[in-house]
């Protein structure tokens, strides 16, 4: 036996992770269930759920809202943060596989048992004073919800290179400019919004940007941005001479960027920890319908061109995974990430557009059938590969710790 001489090195669930992945599958059957079974389309389909101006109905708002406070009720809303604000201080290992879990029970609704970008992030924990009280701690209890509002209609990927200014007029700070595809923008009650305070000249290209922190009735709701598969969830943010004191800078004047960079690995692993549970479900439903349909006098699955695509899926899908846990991983011993994080985002959201399209396949005309979520997943897929830093941006990360970029 060789097994006394493995150390350091461990695949398995600890005993707590494991009681919480299940008290999650169990709060997901009590408590959201029966909340989309009662909303019905509603809450599963994600063209019915939104008025023709472009807001989500008031009972699909209503949902999500009781599902984030009793979640947070629960003490899994913001597990992860720490326990001194309301968290639960769970490690990333535990949280990959929460989220991951999460996903595994398809789209929609129980996306948010655990906060999303809706909810408190860890750039949040720069409040001070009383930005704790006003901001932080009813984010983490789900009373209040948020924004993150970096992109412009200028600018995305290249976000440095952003127009909206923060400008010195006496006591005040005054913003101007333009942020779009924000998402939650349309029923936050506060917005993180990144500004340029000192040219880039001066600041150099990541320095000179401080984050914001700006309530409702404090700037203008622009046109929504209804991407397929999201309708309802972001917009534009206008802010036109928005004048606020200095009580509303999160962290430091001048260095929200370099803070917001700090956390860049959190946001990769929580899309890809998505990207591999919304797989996970893709493959068991797609599976499950080719061992059912039949043709030809036998079921689809035993047609090598049907079974092929799955068995792929899975293998990718389980290469994703044990990627998505070494980043967890390594991130729970504070070890650098960049390149893991940019290796595992790319790698996981390929692979589920993947599943996701051989899903549709497989599923024939109900692949594309409106009641039915492998559509809804394709276009989850498609989001995932954009946002949070698009495949290029991933490539580009990956290429450079290998020497061949700037
Ligand atoms: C559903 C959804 C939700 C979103 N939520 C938010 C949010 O909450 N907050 C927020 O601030 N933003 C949000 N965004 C915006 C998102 O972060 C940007 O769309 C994303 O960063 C890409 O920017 P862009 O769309 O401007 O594309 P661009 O940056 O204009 O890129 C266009 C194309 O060029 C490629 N490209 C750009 N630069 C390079 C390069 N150096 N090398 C190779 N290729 C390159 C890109 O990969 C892309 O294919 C959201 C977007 C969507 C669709």
């Not at 595994?104 to 970008?117: F, I, K, T």
Request: charged share 25%; glycine share 10%; net charge negative.
């Amino acid at each position: 036996m060789v097994a006394s001489n493995i150390s350091g090195v461990r695949f398995d669930v600890d005993e707590e992770t494991a009681l919480i992945l299940e008290s999650i599958d169990e709060f997901v059957e009590r408590e959201v269930d029966p909340i989309v079974e009662e909303l019905g389309d509603l809450a599963t389909n994600p063209r019915r759920g939104y008025h023709e101006d472009g807001r989500w109905t008031d009972e699909l708002l209503e949902a999500r809202e009781e599902i984030r406070r009793r979640s947070a009720e629960a003490g899994f809303y913001a597990m992860t943060l720490p326990e001194a604000y309301g968290g639960e201080g769970v490690s990333t290992v535990t949280w990959y596989l929460a989220k991951k879990r999460l996903a595994s029970h398809g789209p929609g609704l129980a996306r948010y048992v655990l906060a999303g970008p809706e909810g408190p992030k860890p750039l949040l924990l720069q409040a001070e004073g009383e930005q704790i009280e006003r901001y932080l701690e009813p984010t983490i209890r789900a009373e209040k919800s948020t924004a993150f509002a970096q992109t412009e209609p200028g600018v995305g990927s290249d976000s440095p290179n952003m127009a909206t200014t923060a400008s010195r007029e006496g006591d005040k700070w005054v913003i101007n400019g333009r942020k779009q595809w924000i998402t939650n923008a349309p029923y936050a009650d506060f917005v993180q919004v990144f500004a340029r305070t000192t040219p880039q000249e001066e600041a150099g290209r990541y320095g000179g940007i401080t984050c914001f922190l700006l309530e409702r009735d404090e700037y203008e709701l622009g046109a929504f941005n209804n991407a397929v598969g999201s309708p309802g969830a972001q917009a534009e943010i206008v802010l036109d001479d928005v004048r606020v004191s200095d009580s509303r800078v999160l962290g430091e004047v001048d260095g929200a960027f370099y803070a917001a960079m700090e956390f860049l690995s959190l946001g990769r692993l929580e899309l890809g920890a998505e990207a591999v549970g919304y797989s996970e479900f893709a493959l068991e439903a797609a599976a499950e319908y080719a061992g059912q349909r039949e043709a030809f006098g036998r079921q689809v699955g035993r047609f090598q061109q049907v079974s092929a695509p799955l068995a792929r899926g899975k293998a990718k899908t389980y290469a994703a995974d044990a990627a998505g846990l070494k980043l967890a991983w390594k991130m729970a011993q504070d070890q650098r990430t960049v390149m893991e994080s940019s290796i595992f985002k790319w790698f996981a959201t390929t692979v589920f557009w993947e599943v996701a399209d051989a899903a549709v396949q497989i599923h024939g005309a109900n692949g594309l059938a409106e009641e039915n979520p492998h559509m809804d997943l394709l276009h989850q897929a498609r989001i995932l590969r954009i946002v949070e830093g698009t495949d290029e941006i991933q490539l580009n990360t990956i290429a450079k710790s290998m020497g061949l970029l700037d």
